[in-house]
């Protein structure tokens, strides 16, 4: 399975964005797609999940209310809109795919996900 995210930029604070993650290779609906961030000099970070049917979203705290995780499985692409962006959402962005038969605890869990695409720069300015 390939993955490519695209849609990050510069936005300044109180802005929105949303990424997008095209999935290739495989087949779409056996997988659960996750985001994950990695901010400058920080370890990377689970930011959202969707399972493989687009229900059950999970969200880290951080957020949770600002964020909203979807997916199209017609167009194979999950999405992640990113609203009220706040200068510590800087980061780059990767999307990730795990078997859809993960358990919804072990969402947050980027070692257990098989497939990762190359990253996207959203940069949040003040």
């Known amino acids: 399975v390939q993955l490519q995210a695209s849609g990050g930029g510069l936005v300044q604070a109180g802005g929105s964005l949303r990424l997008s993650c095209a999935a290739s290779?495989?087949?779409?609906?056996?997988?659960?797609m996750g985001w994950f961030r990695q901010a400058p000099g920080k370890e990377r970070e689970f930011v959202a999940a969707?399972?493989?049917?687009?229900?059950?979203?999970e969200y880290a705290d951080s957020v949770k209310g600002r964020y909203t995780v979807s997916r199209d499985n017609a167009k194979n692409t999950v999405y992640l809109q990113m609203n009220s962006l706040k200068p510590e959402d800087t980061a780059v962005y990767y999307c990730?795919?795990?078997?859809?038969?993960?358990?919804?605890?072990?969402?947050?869990?980027?070692?257990?996900?098989?497939?990762w695409g190359q990253g996207t720069l959203v940069t949040v300015s003040s």
């Open positions: 990730a795919a795990v078997r859809r038969t993960i358990a919804r605890s072990q969402l947050q869990a980027d070692v257990l996900y098989d497939y």
């Open positions: 290779g495989g087949t779409f609906t056996n997988y659960a």
């Open positions: 969707i399972s493989w049917s687009g229900g059950s979203p």
